[in-house]
DNA sequence: TAATCATTTCAATGATTCTTGAAATATGAA
DNA sequence: TTCATATTTCAAGAATCATTGAAATGATTA
């Protein structure tokens, strides 16, 4: 992951509604969730949820998949991870305080 | 940490001035740099670097202190670490492919 | 084919954020 | 006190982002 990419992740994870939806994928494990199912989930109109997740799928934190009339939200956990890399090594270059919280 | 000081922090990261200063103010260690400092390191105007460098500030990421004429920012570890470990639990809920990132 | 369902796209509006340069504040030195 | 230095604050304008509701797209069913 490179500055571009981390600056777009940060800016996915500062909005309420889109870090709502994040952690909601995360729990909702691999099998993800439907648009529709996270719209409602986080109490959000159809068009401001679809325009959210775009948002977070553009950055590769979640994925979708069409899956007959439905599109399948998921967590992206690889993407997930190398963000937490680049937080952890670029942003605060592997500081001790920083690494015992892990 | 809580989500609001999350998006705050989030917020701040995703701008690439602040990401820079943080990066530098990171590899600056334990005495921090000055606002003039910082503004010349990151190629920022005084009126621009301040209004990021509180911005960063306000999170509570970066400290300053006033030392005679000039302010001293410093990169604060423990809000750093609380950072990572909100996104490790609360976004990422300990997913075992993002902690094997750590 | 027509109707329905799930989702996205679009345009308009409002809100927030960023940049710039000038002015203000605070500190120290002459 | 006066001047110089370091930084912040402020106002104006530009740019970006979020919300809304209506219309469009894509897929399934009758």
Redesign the pocket.
Known sequence: MNDTQALASF?ALS?E?RLTILKRLVRAGPSGM???DVAAAVGA???????????IAETGLIT?T?Q????IYKANFETLGALMRFFLTDCCADHPDVVSCC
Do not use: K, V
Request: hydrophobic content about 35%; glycine content about 4%; cysteine-free.
């Open positions: 800016a909005n509604t439907t648009a529709g109109s159809p068009s401001r949820a679809s325009f959210h997740l775009a948002a979708s069409r007959s009339r439905q599109i």
